[in-house]
């Protein structure tokens, strides 16, 4: 069985996998936004209520956050997390042995000569994004190059929208310790003291390289989140009320969602001289 172009409601490629297996992927921000295993619940949510429009954000999926993280450092960029989300990105390659052993590999290219104006990032660079979707895990890498003759600075990150069967009863483990800036009550400096667990609008960029494993008592499952070259782990809920203030998100939709971000951000952008390469890393394991 093979992969499909498609391009209802946006251009993109599609596989399915075993019976009930399903992978999906939108050349607009090289946005992964279905990882499905055979057998399973889906992995990778996606808002009923999204736009999927040219040009608009995708709400849900793995928007890739590039070279600016929500408004940037100084809050004064647009449109929200850089412009690569909103880009159509070129579609480099595609391995397909799904037959074989269910797996489908599709990498994405993008560069400044394809972002067009980028005043507010004016910077030569070469990014490759990598989605290697199997029925065990969902693997993402994001390699970026300064293809310039002069240092370049970035924040990015892989804003992973996880499906769950009720995030007030979902338990986050592996951030015991690390100190966080908690967005939503504006402080810094904070100390992760045990599980986390979600009980209200939560916006958190957590210092911490760990592997995180979300453990679903709802959908019987654990996801194991694994992942390099990230220095920030984010996680998001916006439960009730922002929920209701966003057009692209049902009122009732954040019970089953939870954002597990690999992210270089705040104080942890990324620095290239020219020539090098940086490879973030973040993969999903179904467990
Ligand atoms: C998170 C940020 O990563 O993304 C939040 O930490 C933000 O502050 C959220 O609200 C969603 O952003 P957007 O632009 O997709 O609505």
Redesign the pocket.
Known sequence: MAYEITDNPLRGVEAKQGTSGHYGIFDQGAQVWSWQPAGAEPVIWMSEKSWFAEGQ?L?GGV?I?FPW??PGRHGDLYP??GFARLQNWHMSDVKDTLDRDGRFIVEYTLNESMTGDQAQWPHPYRAVFQAKFTPEYLGLELRVENVGSEEITFDE?L?TYLHVGDVAQVTIRGLDQETYVD?VAGTEGEVQSGDLTITGET?R?YASTAEVVVHDPVLGRDLVISKSGSANT?V?N?WID?AAA?SDFGDDEWHQML?I?AANVLDAPVVLRPGEIHCLKQRITLA
């Open positions: 954000p709400r928007p956050c993280f929500g929200m997390h990150a804003h967005k916006d960029v984010v998001w916006p922002k966003m954002c971000e």
